[in-house]
């Protein structure tokens, strides 16, 4: 049983800053690898962010230094932090989480969150 939930979605002009969320909470024993998708209207959800448990990152070329990915192990949250955000950002963001749920299980299983909304308009 893993939840996870995103937060800090909203509407901002072009040029601003976002902060997104997203907090594991449930049956977890350990967490690998966390990633930021996003899913424009009418397009395929494409990875935007990842970031393994020792902290390297990647990006898409299409964020690459504009977004930052981070992470609180302790606190089983993911962060995106949004800059100089364009209306091309405007879109659902989703975190994945690749969760281990119990000693005893030795397979990651990915979770998905239900999405945030980011629009990006003047």
């Known amino acids: 049983q893993v939840q996870l939930a995103e937060s800090g979605g909203g509407l901002v002009q072009p040029g601003g800053s976002l902060r997104l969320s997203c907090a594991a909470s449930?049956?977890?024993?350990?967490?690998?690898?966390m990633d930021w998708y996003r899913q424009a209207p009418e397009k395929e959800r494409e990875l935007v962010a990842t970031?393994?448990?020792?902290?390297?990152?990647n990006y898409a070329d299409s964020v690459k230094g504009r977004f930052t990915i981070s992470r609180d192990n302790a606190k089983n949250t993911v962060y995106l932090q949004m800059n100089s955000l364009k209306p091309e950002d405007t879109a659902v963001y989703y975190c994945?989480?690749?969760?281990?749920?119990?000693?005893?299980?030795?397979?990651?299983?990915?979770?998905w969150g239900q999405g945030t909304l980011v629009t990006v308009s003047s």
């Open positions: 994945n989480a690749e969760i281990q749920p119990s000693r005893t299980v030795s397979a990651y299983v990915k979770h």
């Open positions: 970031i393994t448990s020792g902290g390297r990152t």
């Open positions: 449930g049956t977890i024993f350990s967490i690998n690898t």
